[in-house]
Every structure is written in structure tokens, then in C-alpha cells.
């Protein structure tokens, strides 16, 4: 049982390109999230889903766009990738919302530096 | 400033001593409060939750909110080295999938 699936796991990219990081998840969860994590800043929620076919802005929407692919795929894309986007990714997958009584399952992460 | 405040640390003890964990949040709406656990390169993990007011007991583990203080506390008895990591709280409002975390708190128990 894999939970949730994030690649690539490393990623340099320079200023400009553009990429998507993929995640997927085996639980037949409703919602998912992209997170990213910073120093001193904790985990920062860029995009979730609540269900297949919906997505919604979070905190730190900017510069990322995100496509539920069906209910197991999340994807969050980076058009044109700049220094200030050097994170650490995770994706996140629930039953429900994450309050009502289910808990957020994570990925490993995506490990993204912009040069 | 954040919604959720708390500490970065690090915070270092010895084995075997009861660690106290503490963020504060600013959101009266928030009525979720959960602890994520978060090792060395690998993703947070549920830690525990409570919702609303008053103490949740899980083995060495407590959880315990204050919405009068708009305070959250986790407390770690009897410290094991495996319990070095970071501690993320985080809170949303009744069925909310904004979540909001604190910076995370790392700490280190010392054998």
C-alpha cells in the first residue's frame, strides 16, 4: 500500500522553465493538497482539491497553477519557475476535509531548487 | 502575522524527560487542532487532534487546547531518542480544508 506518491523526489530547474510535479494517491481519498515547506515558515498550502473535478486556491497561489487529472491524480505546475519557488513540496491526500475527523496523509516530497 | 504561531526551537532534553510543545493561533473560527510529526527528509505525519477545548491522552502523548488563550499544547512524556523530529501544530475551522500550520518546533532527545 503506496498512500501517496510524489515524483520525482530532486529537482533543479533554472529560472524560466516550467515543470509539474506529479502526485498520486491509493486510498480512494476525496480531497488533496499541495503544500509547500520553508524554513521558519511550516507547511504553506498552495492549491487543494476537495473533490475530483473541483480545485481552490490556498495561501501561496501565485506563479502555480494545479489540474485534479481524476480522483487519484493531483498535479501542480510551475509555468515559469523562479528563485523565490526553491521549496520543499508535499502533496496530501483525505477522506474529507481535514478537519472532520480525517487526517491528512503526506507524500515524501519534492525537493525543488530554481537557479 | 500567522494564524498560528510557534516556536522553531530547537529544543534539546534528556532522555526520559517530559517535553512541552506550544503554539498559539489567532482564528476563532478554528475548531480542529492537530499535531503532525515530521522526521529528517520525510513527510508530516497525524500526530493526534482534538477538537475544540480540553485534553486528548494517547499513550505518552497529550493534547490539549485552551480557546479561551487561543492556546495549544502537546506534551511528551518520558522522552525517547525516536522522538527527536520536528512538531508541527496546525488547526482549520469545521470542515475546512484550509489547514494552518506553525513553523514547526525541532527537538532533540538526548540519550
Known amino acids: 500500500n503506496a498512500g501517496v506518491t510524489q515524483t520525482p523526489k530532486f529537482q533543479v530547474l533554472k529560472t524560466g522553465q516550467s515543470m509539474t510535479l506529479q502526485c498520486a494517491q491509493d486510498?480512494?481519498?476525496?480531497?488533496m493538497y499541495w503544500y509547500r515547506q520553508d524554513p521558519g515558515m511550516g507547511l504553506r498550502l498552495i492549491y487543494y482539491?476537495?473533490?475530483?473535478?473541483?480545485?481552490d486556491k490556498g495561501e501561496v497561489p501565485n506563479g502555480y497553477n494545479v489540474s485534479r487529472l481524476n480522483k487519484r491524480e493531483f498535479s501542480l505546475r510551475l509555468e515559469s519557475a523562479a528563485p523565490s519557488q526553491t521549496s520543499v513540496y508535499f502533496c496530501?491526500?483525505?477522506?474529507?476535509?481535514?478537519?472532520?475527523?480525517?487526517?491528512?496523509?503526506f507524500g515524501q516530497g519534492t525537493r525543488l531548487t530554481v537557479v | 502575522q500567522k494564524e498560528v504561531e510557534q516556536d522553531p526551537g530547537p529544543l534539546s532534553v534528556p532522555e526520559g524527560a517530559i517535553v512541552s510543545l506550544n503554539c498559539t493561533y489567532s482564528?476563532?473560527?478554528?475548531?480542529?487542532f492537530m499535531w503532525y510529526r515530521q522526521y529528517s527528509r520525510k513527510g508530516p505525519e497525524l500526530l493526534m487532534y482534538?477538537?475544540?477545548?480540553g485534553n486528548k491522552e494517547d499513550g505518552r502523548f497529550t493534547a490539549q487546547v485552551d480557546k479561551s488563550s487561543k492556546y495549544i499544547s502537546l506534551f511528551i512524556r518520558d522522552s525517547q531518542p525516536s522522538d527527536s523530529a520536528t512538531y508541527l501544530c496546525?488547526?482549520?475551522?469545521?470542515?475546512?480544508?484550509?489547514?494552518?500550520f506553525g513553523a514547526g518546533t525541532r527537538l532533540f532527545v538526548k540519550a
Open positions: 482534538t477538537y475544540s477545548s
Open positions: 496530501a491526500s483525505s477522506a474529507l476535509g481535514q478537519g472532520r475527523n480525517t487526517e491528512a496523509f
Open positions: 496546525a488547526s482549520c475551522e469545521t470542515g475546512g480544508f484550509k489547514t494552518i
Open positions: 486510498m480512494n481519498h476525496n480531497s
Open positions: 482539491s476537495a473533490s475530483e473535478g473541483t480545485t
Open positions: 482564528n476563532s473560527a478554528f475548531q480542529y
